[in-house]
């Protein structure tokens, strides 16, 4: 499955049945040594698109992760300060990918929603588990390149060249649009 494009190579989404979803925004990830984008660039863009899809009335999703069976989450495991709004959903996940266990699907449905844009850290990790996991349940879905960062750029680029265009299109954040 692939999303709409304009003529003009742009993205035609519709606001009313897409969703942005931004993986592991946390202090203490966005803190990492990231490539091939430091992790405040890959917040940047995310905020950005972030206040872009609640303009458009379109969902904003925000996953964070925490560990299992510890009493005490590690420091910085919140999300970053300033990045969830009134009106988000925010899942917390316990596995690497966002769908398990967390009842984002069920939302997603209750919402309308069809088409999942992609942004955060991990992009091997986080990010490309959780867009698996919404290929199978039939999502259409759309990756934003310059919104996520991993650990060595080869990780990155081996999902972004080789996994991604696979399960959906790759974009960067200035080609997406809402019709």
Known sequence: MTAPHTADSGLALDPARTALVLVDLMERIVALPLEPLKG??????????????????????????????????????????????????????????????????????????????????????????TARAASDLGFDLVFVEDAMAALTSAEHEASVRLDFPRLGTVVTAAEVRFV
Do not use: C, M, W, Y
């Open 40 to 129: 405040t660039e890959v917040l940047a863009v995310g905020e950005e698109l972030a206040a872009a899809f609640r303009a458009a009335g379109a969902r904003v999703v925000v996953v964070r992760v925490e560990r299992p069976g510890v009493p005490e989450q590690p420091p910085g495991s919140g999300l970053v300060t300033g990045l969830a709004r009134e009106g988000d959903v925010e899942i917390v996940k316990r596995t690497i990918g966002a769908f398990h266990g967390t009842g984002l699907d069920e939302r997603l449905r209750e919402l309308g929603v069809t088409t999942l844009v992609f942004g955060g850290i991990a992009t091997n990790l986080g990010v490309e588990s």
